[in-house]
């Protein structure tokens, strides 16, 4: 049985193009234009991802349920919002969405969300793990639960690990595309992803560079230099 990939839209030229589209690529889909219908749908053991329309009524509602499933099973989710539509493409992210895009968007982007987002089910860097598709982290063994932001931009620095980047990349790669996001939220997210991170007294894995941004990495920068110092 192919893998299914449900399309949550009334949106008739979205729904078969995107329908044509997955097809041809070897999947096969559902296409539901009910909020029920859609969390129905998505219960089915051989759906993969599921591509949702915020314009459908209560769609917030039905991504919310549908992560509920998530626990064992790897459902990607991708939501799609009309432009200036920021708070709810924030709320798709809230209730469990991988990638939120805004109006208009190509459909291959939608696609090659679709199809790769969770391709890569586990990242790991020193002790810290995640699970991309189940939306799980443990740092040394022990659950650690993340709000729909700090889970992003942790996803984010593992994928580049000892690599620094500055609070707009940030911005682009974590928050959904066309929301206005101010600088100095980022500083108070990263904070919050350090304060979950500190489990049962772990050093802080997110290194800080004054004046360019943030990363993950072994080591501080502010720590390092002092080792460095400190060498005979």
């Known amino acids: 049985m192919r893998p299914t990939i ?5 949106d008739g030229d979205l729904c078969f193009i995107a329908r044509h589209l997955l097809e041809h690529s070897g999947f096969a889909t559902s296409l539901q234009s009910e909020a029920n219908d859609i ?3 998505a219960r089915q053991d051989n759906v993969c991802a599921l591509l949702i329309d915020g314009r459908v009524r209560d769609a917030v509602s039905a991504c919310a349920q549908i992560c509920d499933l998530r626990a064992g099973s790897a459902i990607i989710i991708v939501a799609l919002v009309d432009p200036g539509a920021h708070g709810q493409g924030l709320a798709f992210l809230n209730a469990g969405a991988d990638e939120v895009f805004t109006r208009p968007v190509p459909p291959s982007h939608l ?3 679709l199809m790769t987002q969770g391709t890569t089910q586990r ?3 020193g002790d810290i793990e995640m699970d991309v598709a189940a939306r799980r982290v443990w740092r040394a063994d022990c659950p650690v639960y993340l709000p729909r932001i700090e889970f992003a931009i942790l996803r984010y620095f593992l994928l580049q690990p000892d690599r620094i980047s500055d609070r707009r990349e940030i911005i682009r790669q974590c928050w959904p595309s066309g929301t206005y996001v101010d600088c100095k939220t980022v500083n108070v997210h990263i904070g919050r992803l350090r304060r979950c991170l500190r489990v049962e007294g772990a050093p802080d894995p997110i290194r800080t560079v004054r004046g360019i941004g943030y990363g993950i990495g ?5 720590e390092r230099r002092a080792r460095w110092r400190a060498k005979p």
């Not at 449900?6 to 009334?10: C, E, T, Y």
């Open 6 to 10: 449900v399309i949550g839209s009334g």
């Open 123 to 125: 990242l790991r860097f």
């Open 39 to 41: 969390v129905i749908a």
């Open 218 to 222: 072994s080591v501080s920068l502010p």
């Open 111 to 113: 696609l090659r969300a």
